[in-house]
């Protein structure tokens, strides 16, 4: 993107703010990892209702800050999504958080680009496994989730809680501004 992604901005609201207050909504422990103080200041995420972690080493990525995360989480199973999904669903995350505690194991969503391992939910103890492949210098996070063999839910599951896929939109190049406004576009027609 060439900046940074949590100060853009859906109408008046940055993305951090928008995604915080969708976690707020689902969760009574919401957490912003970081890689240092400077990314999000203190102030910031208390007015967000929300806890700043700290990843334990840098340039590890996502990864580092899922670790993170599950580290600092008060509840046995954590919602991990990334800050550049705009138009995140709540009803999608409920449903992601409610299969994934009933069934005590990983869950993550799949869209048609794949399985979405930042929409999806890890419980604690998994930060062990996220500190080992660290450990072992991998930080993909796709070979995270893929290391817990996850529950998938599909189409089929998630459509009734997303109808229209706007969870799965993220903000990764400019040209991604424009195109994710369809989904909203869509949402507000219905």
């Known amino acids: 993107m060439g900046r940074d992604k949590r100060s853009l901005t859906v109408g008046s609201e940055t993305l951090l703010a928008r995604v915080t ?3 707020r909504s689902v969760s009574d422990d919401v957490l912003i990892s970081c890689r240092d103080n400077r990314q999000v200041p203190g102030a910031l995420a208390r007015e967000l209702g929300a806890r ?5 080493a840098a340039s590890v990525g996502p990864l580092g800050g899922i670790a993170a995360a ?14 550049d999904m705009p138009f995140l669903s709540p009803d999608l995350l409920r449903l992601v958080a409610h299969r994934a505690v009933r069934a005590d194991e990983a869950v993550v969503a799949w869209s048609a680009r794949g399985i979405e391992p930042l929409l999806a939910s890890y419980p604690k103890r998994a930060a062990l496994c996220a500190e080992e492949l660290m450990a072992l210098g991998t930080f ?3 070979a995270f989730a893929d290391a817990l063999r996850p529950r998938l839910i599909g189409p089929d599951e998630w459509h009734l809680a997303d109808p229209t896929g706007g ?12 195109v ?9 027609s219905a």
């Open 70 to 83: 599950l580290r600092a989480a008060r509840h046995r199973h954590v919602v991990i999504v990334a800050v």
């Open 52 to 56: 700043r972690v700290f990843d334990r």
């Open 167 to 178: 969870s799965f939109v993220n903000w990764n190049l400019p040209a991604d501004l424009q």
């Open 21 to 23: 207050a969708v976690l």
């Open 140 to 142: 993909s996070v796709t």
């Open 180 to 188: 994710a406004l369809v989904p909203a576009t869509r949402e507000a």
